[in-house]
């Protein structure tokens, strides 16, 4: 079994399925998912006790955000040294 990410429609579940008061092991099961992820999601994306799908979507993003390396044109003199470069027809096979 291969891993996947939680999406946001699996992150309104479980808060759906949380505000409801069905257990780890239910939601777990409904999702497809191990009940420890659930707890996990549970108590890394939590705020005063509260399982907010929207605020935990949106931390996600910004934690996948962090963990990802700069793209190598980022660097913005290279790019536009590329552009140039591209602009006056050279290759950069050659």
Known sequence: MSYTHLTAYGRGQIQALLEEGRKMTYIARVLGRSPSTITREKRR?????????????????????????????????LWAYVIEKLSLLWSPCS
Do not use: D, F
Not at 52 to 77: G, S
């Open 45 to 77: 994306n939590s705020a005063k006790g509260a399982y907010v799908a929207q605020t935990a979507q949106q931390r996600y993003r910004e934690r996948r955000v962090e963990c990802r390396p700069l793209r190598k044109l980022a660097h913005r003199p």
